[in-house]
């Protein structure tokens, strides 16, 4: 028995067996129960009971003949019968409603020599002959329509009441799903220090260890990644920083040049990826301070005065002020006209900021290449850049965007991109009010 009880607690399936097998149990036994009783009160004025049967001659007895009707009424009071006597110069009823037509029951056996049991509309009644007097016996109406809805109703809400222990009990059995949804968007979210907890030893009570171990992996990964690559980024700083003092020794030439670009690219590419590294799940940090925003955008955008195709910036008439990392943002912004500059071929550039369902929401349009709508989906993915070739005067790391859809996630904020190719490519940013509290948005 314990045996069986330990395999019952150890198997969600012969726990939501059993609760079914009970509710299907449950649900036959009042059906059944509600029916019988139903059936026994249609059958109950159907059939006479064996003790008139047996004593209807002390009951004529008692009315006497001549009848004596206050006897009658009396005796119709308590047995809960009605009582009609009928001779040729009267005819008395103990009911005023007079339920049945007596004259038209049709005999059906003898009981003595005086009484017999006629039937009509299939219910049995009695008839005695006895002093020149008709005597008819039967059982008083009742609504027993009434009753059977009762019995009905109260079969229905207990039906119901089974159906609700049913649902609580599969819903607390199954519990441990909400939990487990929960923390998969919770680590989805990047919060992998996040655990389930359950005491459960069923099926679901495996599943939830195997995704604890399974966030306690993806920590242990994540963090040897972030740690291998802010270690390779610090190591790569020292020998590009002899690099750079041994070059300020060359004599001025064409090489020298190439190579300071070179170690400059070198160098900018530590930078976007500590910074990627830094932005991305948990590890964001922002540093962040009220900001006119507009003003903002526009100061961004002076040193990008020297483009040919020249910017064409857009503003609302009233500015707003949000809460933003300064750094971060500007980075985001620079980013965006450099990739516009350097695909725009030499056409205009709208930068556009307006404010909706507080929300900034900054625009930067470009008429150039634009990109192919198969690339659309990957663009802002880190390293993919949609010249398959990748050559140096395409330029970029493939960093880029990749970096903004960060920073915009990071303030809370949505990063679009909308483009075709042959037409231009047209990016938008819409940025909260306040960025996220991500802490406290975790712990909620």
């Known amino acids: 028995m314990t045996a069986m009880i330990q395999s019952v607690r150890r198997s969600l399936f012969l726990r939501l067996l059993l609760i079914f097998g009970i509710t299907i149990i449950l649900f036959f036994l009042i059906l059944s129960i509600s029916l019988r009783t139903v059936n026994q009160n249609i059958n109950a004025i159907e059939t006479i009971p064996d ?9 004529i007895l008692d009315i006497g003949t001549p009848p004596n009707l206050s006897n009658a009424m009396r005796l119709a009071g308590e047995l809960n019968w009605s009582i009609n006597i009928h001779n040729p110069i009267m005819r008395w009823s103990s009911d005023n409603e007079n339920r049945l037509n007596v004259d038209e029951s049709l005999y059906n056996r003898t009981l003595t020599s005086e009484a017999e049991v006629r039937l009509i509309n299939d219910e049995e009644i009695i008839m005695v002959k006895t002093g020149g007097y008709d005597f008819y016996l039967y059982q008083r109406f009742f609504d027993d329509n009434n009753f059977n809805y009762v019995v009905l109703y109260v079969g229905v809400s207990l039906a119901a009441l089974v159906l609700f222990l049913n649902y609580f009990m599969v819903n607390k059995l199954l519990s441990p799903i909400h939990l487990l949804r929960k923390g998969a968007e919770r680590i989805r979210r990047g919060d992998l220090s996040f655990r389930v907890k359950t005491n459960r030893q069923d099926e679901l009570g495996e599943l939830t ?6 966030a306690d992996s993806l920590q242990s990964m994540l963090e040897a990644k972030r740690q291998l690559l802010l270690a390779i980024s610090h190591e790569l700083r020292t020998p590009i920083t002899k690099a750079k003092l041994r070059m300020e020794f060359m004599p001025e030439s064409i090489e020298k040049d190439q190579l300071k670009e070179d170690i400059q690219e070198i160098e900018l590419l530590i930078s976007d990826l ?4 830094r932005l991305n799940y948990e590890h964001s940090v922002l ?5 006119l925003i507009a003003e903002f955008v526009n100061g961004v955008t002076e040193q990008f005065d020297y483009y040919a195709g020249g ?9 707003e002020e949000f809460v933003i990392d300064r750094l971060r ?3 985001l912004i620079t980013n965006l006209l450099n990739n516009a500059v350097r695909h725009g071929e030499n056409n205009p550039i709208r930068v556009r900021i307006s404010f909706s369902n507080d929300q900034a929401v900054l625009e930067v349009e470009d008429q150039g290449e634009g990109i192919a709508e198969e690339h659309l989906s990957q663009i802002s993915e880190p390293f993919y850049r949609a010249d398959s070739a990748r050559q140096r005067n395409t330029g970029g790391f493939g960093l880029g965007l990749y970096l903004c859809r960060l920073i915009a996630a990071a303030h809370g904020g949505e990063f679009i991109i909308k483009s075709k190719l ?12 306040h960025p996220p509290d991500i802490t406290a948005e975790q712990l909620a």
């Open 329 to 331: 943002i500007r980075l």
């Open 287 to 291: 540093v962040t301070e009220p900001v």
């Open 209 to 214: 260890e195997s995704i604890n171990h399974m």
């Open 311 to 319: 910017l064409l910036i857009e503003t609302p008439d009233s500015d």
């Open 274 to 277: 500590i910074e990627a590294e």
């Open 51 to 59: 003790y008139f049967t047996r004593n209807i001659e002390s009951v």
């Open 422 to 433: 042959g037409e231009g490519t047209h990016i938008t940013v819409r940025l909260p009010r």
